[in-house]
């Protein structure tokens, strides 16, 4: 019912900066949460950022502070804006989507493909 393709990884140094987007097409059941998630290699995929349309974006401690998430004026591309990247954000990156304004991102109701995020020292 809804599709979503991200786009912006890419390999870079420490203390670079990149941005993700992330577009939703297709019917919706109504407003989204939008956010994303990552999964390093042998690792579990771990919660980044979300951003609920009635509430403000929340974000993974270890991300605080230097990730910034955002929505478009249809509210239906979401953006993170990664700065100061570490090598331990190697990742692949995946947008996230859930029915509801103002929903955690648990039980996931769509994913994109990813896309690689990749952190040089």
């Known amino acids: 019912q809804v599709q979503l393709v991200e786009s912006g990884g890419g390999s870079v140094q420490a203390g670079a900066s990149l941005r993700l987007s992330c577009a939703a097409s297709?019917?919706?059941?109504?407003?989204?949460?939008m956010g994303w998630f990552r999964q390093a290699p042998d690792k579990e995929r771990e919660f980044v950022a979300a951003?609920?349309?009635?509430?403000?974006?929340y974000y993974a401690d270890s991300v605080r502070g230097r990730f910034i998430i955002s929505r478009d004026n249809a509210k239906t591309t979401v953006y993170l804006q990664m700065n100061s990247l570490k090598p331990e954000d190697t990742a692949v990156y995946y947008c996230?989507?859930?029915?509801?304004?103002?929903?955690?991102?648990?039980?996931?109701?769509?994913w994109g493909q990813g896309t690689q995020v990749t952190v040089s020292s």
């Open positions: 297709g019917r919706t059941s109504g407003p989204m949460t």
């Open positions: 951003s609920p349309l009635s509430a403000g974006p």
């Open positions: 996230a989507a859930k029915s509801g304004a103002n929903t955690a991102l648990v039980g996931v109701d769509f």
